[in-house]
Each structure stands twice: as C-alpha cells, then as structure tokens.
C-alpha cells in the first residue's frame, strides 16, 4: 500500500466586489511538504462569472490567475515571492487579503498523489 501525504489546499475565489463578499469558486491551490509539490488550477467560465458579475473584467481575472500560476511554478516572471520556497509561496498565496482573488481557509488532507487531489477538490469545488 502507498503511504499517504498530508496536504493543505485553499479554494480561489473571486470576490468582484469585495464590500458585498459575493463569491465564486474557480481555483484551488494545493501544497504537500512531504512531496514537494505546490500546485495550482483554474477556470474562468465566462458565462457563468458574467451571469452573477455582468461588469466584470475578465482580462483583469485572467492576469491575477496567471500571476498566481508563475508563482506556484516558481517561473523567472514570478517576482520575488516566486523565488521562496514552496512552503512560502503556499501561504502567500493563501494570506488573506482584501482584493477579487481571494482564498478561502486552508483545508488539510491526506492523499497518495496530490494531483489526484488537486483535480477532484477542483471538480467538487469549482467545476460542479
């Protein structure tokens, strides 16, 4: 049997207008120390965003994901918190902060693969 690997992941929203605290899911980001794996998944449904935010710039939502993305990857364009470790980054990412991406509480878990976990958290918390 394979051993299993405590990991922490947050659900990204996007909170158009903060003031109000209106919300839809759209990313998870997952981090597990153990394996040293840190990464992060989106969809930007256009339909479904501009059905509950109709004002909403979707390029603006595209660049703020994207940075998040480069920062999970590490990437050159990441700036200065891309070049932290991975636990680091994880809880940059997942600080609370008072913009249109957002993340929810850390959530813990244990799993064989993070990917695995990555992608049904991502179907149960954002796709369905």
Known sequence: MQEK?????????????VERGEYINIGVVLYCKSLKSLDFVF????????ALFPKQDLTEVEIHLQSFEKICQGTPDSGLI???????RFRWLTARRST???????HPGYCQQPMDALNRI???????
């Open 43 to 50: 969809q930007v449904n256009k339909e479904r965003i501009l």
């Open 82 to 88: 891309g070049k932290q470790d991975l636990a680091s």
């Open 100 to 106: 249109i991406i957002q993340a929810s509480e850390i």
């Open 5 to 17: 690997h405590l990991y922490e992941y947050a659900v990204i929203r996007l909170v158009p207008r």
């Open 122 to 128: 991502f179907e149960e918390m954002v796709l369905l």
